[in-house]
């Protein structure tokens, strides 16, 4: 049993009951709520005669619905509008601070939470959305939670949960350049399978962890849910506390300095015990591109789609289901695949970092004929200090349509979606059959910058290449500071 | 599509026909896809289980074969209701008919929002679940009976006599389901002093100190 972790001390801090089922009441830190999983746990409230226990824990955006076209209301989708009027109305029935299209702090709730310093170390952070592990850079236990559990939340601040095992995900080395925390994720799901984190919290450590920055941690975390672990987390260190500094809702004055403090004592201790350990040598990972129908199913940019005889056999029917809706064949390289949209966002790369990435791809380049690509900034503030450094002019010169904040098609609940057997370049996090609209369409996920590749010559392509012909002139800046009230 | 009523109170045992559903790692978005998420209740999810499958395969689903019509026990294989976190998808098949889950494993997320659901998800062992499946396939007239007393599903061959299979599930799920306090709602409400005593002690909701 992992003993001295950081999962270890935040659950035991926020531990209030222990429960007949055998569960662990556990305080929630935060909670963040949304159009799509919130208004049935309002509803469910109302029947019980509940009122919300702590409004000011409780964060709301929208972002999965929002065109991303126009955003003027009401929405040109009665149905969409009829989903933020109603979180409109529970927001301000129960007095809950809603972060609303135009407030200027609109966006992903996965984006905007962290960049407004909600996010803190030692902190629980619960919502209705599986991504909710992107939360864990911060060295946060956060987890996806379902509509009964937003319920669960909003009547008593706090889950019935089971204690999680946790395995530390030990990264040597250092990512190389035009390889990125994506790829480092999508290659550590490939080897650990999607299954292979049941059960488990996964704590990233290491050299390559920490040198990766805070919107690479938030990457890395985001798809901890889609290798199977419900959570997944960094130590907080220095570079959190800066990302942290001078944020809205992040403490000032003396209480920063308690908080750092407590902040730093909250790491996994050095003699800290794990249930597993895995090891990785970040510099051996290449830019990865999935082939298949689930996160786990990728390869690197040079390999071939793997044969039934190079995979496990129980790995093998999903592959045959893979092969038939992928209509790839065994053995192919998978460069060279056509696309024919190119999707750069999402909660898992819609970030100013990300935009950057891609960007330098983009620049003095264009799109390859007949390709759809847009970008889609995460939120509002990303959107905003993106176009002060210029990057929507970048993106529009090169033919990429420079989009309004929201999910998208990630998973394409709102009119940005793939028709008919499209394929599509993804910078999202999940490959599912139907999930970018679809029923019959395709998705390769892999990295902004390799998603920008792809748009530019028209195939998947080792982005490696395009960087070496033509070195990024968009200089790599410090992250995004805060410019709100 | 069913018109039993949702469940409420204690769990115990399930008696109704099955509806075997072959495949490894069935994600909610195919389960229900994003676009059925578009409504604030959950009163018509039972349309959209399945969708995109059902569509692709022209009839020819599980979920269409007129001899599956009214089955209430879904029996699946390994990592199912894998992905997005939504309760949509329990919600979508409860509201279809479905009151009980045998496969080889679930998705953690899943599981959860079923249990507080009250729609219990037992696992058996591959090789059971196979033949059950088979069993199922053979004679989808046939009940079954799903008993969370014996932890086992047992068809129910006016014929060919009864077979059984053991399932099983942790003793906390377990317990819920059998006393009725699935829906936790009510326990974690009722302890509000521990609840307050653990916020007191918060450095984050006490300005660090
Ligand atoms: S971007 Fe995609 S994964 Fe992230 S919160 Fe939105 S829908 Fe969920």
Redo the contacts with the bound molecule.
């Keep these: 049993m992992s003993a001295g972790t950081l999962y270890d001390k935040v659950w035991d801090l926020h531990r209030v009951a222990e429960l007949p089922g055998g569960s662990t009441q556990l305080f929630i830190g935060l909670h963040l709520i ?1 159009e799509v999983t919130s208004p049935q746990a309002f509803a469910a409230l109302r029947d019980l005669g509940l009122s919300v226990r702590y409004p000011e824990r409780t964060v709301a955006t929208v ?2 619905i929002v065109p991303t076209t126009s955003q003027v209301r009401p929405l040109a989708d009665p149905l969409a509008e009829e989903m933020l009027a109603t979180l409109e109305a529970n927001c301000r029935q129960h007095g809950i601070t809603l972060h609303g299209i135009g407030s200027g702090r609109q966006g ?3 984006v905007i939470a962290p960049e407004l310093g909600l996010t803190q170390p030692g902190m629980t952070v619960a919502c209705g ?3 909710t592990s ?1 939360h864990g850079a911060f060295g946060a236990i956060a987890f996806g939670i379902g509509t009964s559990q937003v319920r669960d939340v909003l009547a008593s601040q706090s889950l019935a949960m089971a204690k999680l095992k946790v395995r530390r995900i030990w990264v040597d080395g250092r990512l190389q350049s035009g390889v990125f925390a994506k790829d480092l994720v999508l290659h550590i799901i490939r080897i650990l399978g999607v299954k292979g984190g049941v059960g488990y919290a996964y704590e990233f450590a290491g050299p390559a962890i920490e040198a990766l920055s805070m919107e690479e941690r938030m990457t890395l975390c ?1 798809m901890a849910i889609e290798g199977g672990a419900r959570c997944g987390y960094v130590n907080p260190d220095a570079l959190t506390f800066d990302y942290l500094q001078g944020r809205p809702a992040a403490p000032s004055g003396e209480a920063w300095d308690r908080a750092v403090a407590w902040w730093r004592s909250l790491a996994s201790d050095p003699g800290a015990v794990f249930d597993d350990e895995v090891r990785f040598d970040a510099a051996a990972i290449a830019p990865t591109v999935t082939w298949g129908i689930t996160p786990g199913q990728g390869i690197a940019v040079d390999e071939t789609v793997p044969t039934p005889e190079e995979l496990d056999p129980d790995e093998r029917p999903l592959a045959g289901e893979a092969y038939r809706y992928m209509d790839l064949r065994p053995g192919a390289p998978i460069a060279g695949t056509p696309v024919d949209v190119c999707f750069i ?4 790369n ?1 970030r100013l970092s990300d935009l950057r990435a891609a960007a330098a791809v983009a620049e003095g380049r264009r799109v390859a004929p007949g390709i759809r690509a847009f970008v889609v900034p ?1 939120s509002e503030q990303v959107a905003a200090a993106a176009e002060a450094e210029g990057l929507d002019a970048v993106f529009r010169r090169a033919g990429f349509e420079w989009r309004l904040p ?3 098609m ?2 394409a ?1 709102n009119p940005d979606r793939l028709e008919g057997r499209q394929i599509s370049a993804s910078s ?3 490959n599912f059959k139907g999930r970018q609209g679809s029923a019959s369409g395709r998705t390769l996920l892999m990295s902004p910058a390799m998603v920008a590749a792809a748009a530019i010559t028209g195939h998947v392509v080792d982005v490696r290449a395009l960087l070496a012909e033509h070195p990024p002139t968009v200089e790599r800046q410090p992250p995004l500071t805060p410019a709100l009230p | 599509m069913s018109t039993v009523p949702l469940p409420a109170g204690p769990i115990a045992a399930h008696r109704g026909r099955g509806l075997p559903l072959p495949g490894a790692d069935i994600d909610t978005d195919r389960i229900i896809p ?1 676009r059925f998420l578009k409504c604030v209740t959950f009163d018509d999810l039972a349309t959209g289980v399945f969708a995109d499958d059902r569509s692709e395969r022209a009839g020819d689903h599980p979920f269409d074969r007129p001899e599956h019509r009214g089955a209430s026990v879904l029996v699946v294989n390994s990592n199912f209701g894998c992905g ?1 976190s939504r309760e949509h998808a329990p919600q979508a098949l409860m509201r279809w008919g479905i009151r009980a889950v045998v496969g080889e494993s679930f998705a953690e997320i899943f599981f959860g929002n079923c249990l507080a659901l009250g729609l219990p998800c037992l696992t058996a062992d591959p090789a059971d679940v196979t033949e059950l499946q088979e069993a199922i396939a053979a004679d989808p007239g046939a009940e079954l009976l799903v008993d969370l007393e014996a932890m086992a599903v047992v068809l129910e061959r006016p014929s060919a006599g009864e077979k059984r299979w053991p399932v099983r599930l942790e003793p906390g799920p377990r317990r819920m389901l059998l006393s009725g306090q699935w829906d936790g709602t009510a326990q974690l409400v009722a302890h509000d002093a521990e609840l307050t005593a653990t916020a007191s002690a918060l450095p984050y909701l006490n300005g660090f100190r």
């Design positions: 949304h972002d999965h992903i709730v996965h959305d599986s991504h992107t985001n966002g999402s909660c898992t819609g995460g929201g999910c998208s990630c998973l609940m999202s996090n999940r | 994003a997005s």
